[in-house]
Structures are given as C-alpha cells and as structure tokens.
C-alpha cells in the first residue's frame, strides 16, 4: 500500500467522523456558573436571567466589605416608612475620635462645599438657599450649633442621614466619602461644643476674704 492511499483512507475516515452525528456529552458539573464565566454586558438587557435559572445580580453580598474599602458602615437604609435602622444608628461611634489642625481644616473645606449652601458657613442653617428668609429655598435648614435637637443627636445618626438622606435633605453618599463623612460629623460636633462652652455662664467670682482688723 502506498503513501498515497494511506493518505486516501485516513482523509476519508476523518471526513466521515466529522459528518456523524455522533457529538461527545460532557457529564454532569457542579455549580456550572463557577466553572464557566458568564458574560455580562453592562448596558444589555439582563431581566430573564431569573426565567434561565440563574440567580444573579450586581449588588454586593450582605455584610461584605470591599477590599481597600475605608470605614465600613454596616446598617442599611431603610424602607420607606421604616425608621428602624435609622433609630439603630444612634448606636454607631464616630471611628475619628478628634481631628488635628490639618484635618480640621480639610473637614471644613469640605464643610462648605457640601453643606454651607443650606446650613450656612456658621453652621447656624443660615446659607445661601435660605438667606434669612430672603433665598430661594423658603424653609429654613436645620441649624446645627445652637439647637438642642442637632446638638444631641448621636454622630452615627448624623452619618445615616448623611449617607441616605433624610426628610428634605438627600444622599451625600456620591460626593463624600465615608471617611469624609465622619471628618465633616466630627467637624460640626467640635463647633458644637465650642459653641456651647461660649454660651455658658462665667463661674461667679469666689467671694473675697474680709481681712479687716476687728476691734
């Protein structure tokens, strides 16, 4: 048999397999989305994939913190009508316990840029939407020294607000970040309490020793 006919044959038996319909069945895999990559197209439509029996979505898992993700904050919005979470928070310490001149400064900064339109630059809820009653925003902003209500409210309870918005007031949760959030808490709490320590009466003077001779 010659080389040619070898060739003959082996081309025959390759084209013959090729056109069967015999197809090779892999067996059974388990947990098949993790051993096969799904792609996500961020902009199509993926509203069926629950009708395909894949249970997907983008949202991070509960209670996981991303890495490189600064001061984590674990209570959730609530639903509307709910307060839950909002009243939960009370109980949330400020992870920045002070903030030296530079970081005062910054918080400041950030301070007038985000919140100084409504609560006003002396944190007195006198900004430029409201101007005493003269701007384009006819309610008056909270005024955050001098008001029992603010100046007693809990920080973690003034992160929540802050992170989801509450009442009128929205999220800053896109324009500061959860450190900058704490910074500018922490901020309004120091003003607070320079605030009160001005407001409080002066000591009564100690009464001054009669050193007169009696006779």
């Keep these: 048999m010659n080389k040619l006919t070898i060739i003959a044959i082996l081309s025959t038996a390759a084209v013959i397999i090729s056109c069967s319909d015999v197809k090779r069945k892999p067996g059974s895999v388990y947990v098949p989305d993790m051993a096969y990559s799904r792609a996500y197209e961020t902009f199509a439509d993926h509203s069926n994939l629950a009708e395909q029996g894949i249970n997907y979505n983008n949202r991070p898992v509960l209670g996981t913190v991303a890495r490189g993700e600064e001061l984590p904050f674990h209570i959730a919005k609530d639903?509307?009508?709910d307060t839950t979470n909002y009243t939960a928070s009370k109980l949330v310490k400020n992870p920045i316990e002070t903030l030296n001149e530079k970081e005062y400064k910054e918080a400041e900064r950030l301070y007038l840029i985000n919140c100084g339109i409504c609560h006003g630059a002396k944190l007195n809820g006198n900004g430029p939407l409201y101007k005493d009653g003269n701007g384009p925003y006819a309610a008056k902003p909270a005024t955050l020294v001098g008001d029992a209500k603010y100046e007693n409210m809990p920080e973690g309870q003034m992160f929540y607000s802050v992170a989801y918005?509450?009442?009128?007031?929205?999220?800053?949760?896109?324009?500061?970040?959860?450190?900058?959030?704490?910074?500018?808490?922490?901020?309004?709490?120091?003003?607070?309490?320079?605030?009160?320590?001005?407001?409080?009466?002066?000591?009564?003077?100690?009464?001054?020793?009669?050193?007169t001779a009696k006779k």
């Design 79 to 81: 639903a509307p009508g």
């Design 165 to 211: 918005g509450k009442n009128l007031m929205g999220s800053y949760a896109s324009q500061l970040s959860r450190k900058q959030r704490w910074e500018v808490i922490k901020y309004i709490k120091m003003n607070q309490a320079k605030g009160k320590a001005a407001a409080a009466p002066a000591p009564a003077a100690a009464p001054v020793a009669d050193t």
